[in-house]
């Protein structure tokens, strides 16, 4: 029987390639930024929310706050209403007697709980939408209260005891209160079922009731 000699043939295979995932971008660096500088990295998240609010402000036929929902507007506007409804804590150092507006946690309470339970309301009735874009949705759409309450504050400044500026103030939140819940109905209604549109958003109309009144109560400049 003749011998018979097998030799092992070393051959280099290369052990890179691309993974295609249908629907997913082709290059990687679209998807990580790892290196990317920091001072970019601000700056595009700084865009994307200011391109939330201007959704909110002038309501298209998009999806984007719902398909990129984060929690960064919600949060800033929570803050700035937290600080400028906080009520003053002078009279009730001196005069054993707090002025009636409402404490920074006690905003921050009323604004992530009313949110938090509209979307338990919503989901309860089968909408088709996650709880952290609903919470996006309607953190985003109190932009316009905000701008409200920024114009009462420069009223306050001005006087507050006169009748004329009151009926300002209040035109002002009565049009905040009508724009946010304007849009976030133009957002949130797709996802509700057909039937039960009416019973998802009243308890959204309360929400921005509340903050609303907390806005045009405010008598401190």
Same mark, same amino acid.
């Given at each position: /029987?003749?011998?018979? !000699? ?9 052990? !890179? +390639? ?11 660096? !679209? ?7 920091? &001072? !970019?990295?601000?700056? @595009?998240?700084? &865009?994307?929310?200011?391109? &939330? ?6 309501? &298209? ?11 960064? +507007? ?9 600080? /400028?409804?906080q009520g003053s804590t002078d009279d009730l150092n001196m005069m054993g007697e707090n002025d009636g507006g409402p404490q920074f946690a006690e905003v921050f309470v009323i604004y992530w709980l009313g949110a ?7 989901? %309860?009735? +089968? ?18 209260? +905000? ?5 009462? @504050?420069? %009223? ?12 300002? @103030? ?25 039937? @039960?549109?009416?019973?998802? /958003?009243?308890? %959204?109309?309360? *929400?921005? *009731?509340?903050?609303?009144? %907390? ?7």
């Amino acid at each position: /029987m003749a011998d018979v !000699e097998f030799h092992d043939e070393i051959v280099d295979v290369p052990l !890179e +390639g691309d993974i295609d995932v249908p629907g997913a971008a082709k290059s990687d660096d !679209e998807l990580s930024t790892l290196d990317e500088p920091v &001072k !970019e990295t601000i700056l @595009r998240d700084v &865009k994307a929310v200011g391109n &939330k609010f201007a959704h909110v402000l002038i309501p &298209k036929q998009s999806r984007v706050l719902l398909k990129e929902w984060d929690l960064w +507007g919600p949060l800033v506007l929570c803050t700035f209403l937290a600080i /400028m409804l906080q009520g003053s804590t002078d009279d009730l150092n001196m005069m054993g007697e707090n002025d009636g507006g409402p404490q920074f946690a006690e905003v921050f309470v009323i604004y992530w709980l009313g949110a938090s339970v509209v979307t338990l309301n919503i989901k %309860l009735l +089968g909408g088709n939408i996650s709880f952290f874009q609903s919470v996006c949705v309607l953190g985003y759409c109190v932009c316009p209260l +905000g701008i409200a309450l920024i114009v009462c @504050r420069v %009223l306050l400044a001005v006087s507050s005891d006169s009748l004329g500026l009151f009926l300002a @103030r209040f035109i002002s939140v009565v049009a905040g209160f009508a724009w946010s819940t304007f849009a976030s109905t133009a957002f949130l209604a797709d996802s509700q079922p057909a039937g @039960r549109k009416i019973l998802a /958003m009243y308890p %959204l109309f309360l *929400f921005y *009731f509340v903050i609303s009144w %907390l806005i045009i109560s405010h008598t401190h400049s």
